[in-house]
């Protein structure tokens, strides 16, 4: 196993990696939307937040060598799923046919009061 660390991507809050590479696949850690510069929160709302997600995901998979066009799987946690359709057009920017296998599932509280959370498993 190997332990990926970007300075483009939010530090880990906890006892954790912000990816780990192993026999070929990079599990990434679920990225909430925190600017990885300031330490806070991108300001706007759903849409925002979930670019900030993809965008620190995309920088901890750039780091691991690969890229979200290797995504083979991701989870999005909403904190409300009234906001699947704007964090679903968001999403769409950031990825192409074939879209990664996906899950989305409200739950009641993210990290730091998040909208929005989203966890990426790419292949090398």
């Keep these: ?3 990926i660390h970007t300075d483009n991507a939010p530090a880990a809050i906890g006892p954790y990696s912000q990816a780990i590479e192993v ?3 990079v599990y990434a850690s679920g990225q909430i939307p925190i600017v990885p510069e300031t330490g806070n929160f991108v300001e706007g709302g759903i849409q925002e937040q979930t670019r900030q997600c ?3 995901a995309a920088n901890i998979m750039k780091a691991a060598g690969t890229d979200l066009a290797h995504v ?3 989870t999005v946690f909403l904190s ?3 906001n699947f359709a704007a964090m679903n057009e968001v999403y769409a920017e950031f990825f192409s046919q074939p879209y990664p ?3 989305a599932v409200a ?4 990290p730091k009061g998040a909208l ?3 966890e990426c498993i790419a292949a090398k």
């Design 101 to 103: 296998a996906r899950s």
């Design 80 to 82: 409300d799923m009234t």
């Design 54 to 56: 993809l965008t620190n």
């Design 107 to 110: 739950v009641k509280d993210l």
């Design 116 to 118: 929005v959370e989203v």
């Design 23 to 25: 026999n070929g696949f």
């Design 72 to 74: 083979v799987k991701t």
């Design 1 to 3: 196993m190997k332990a």
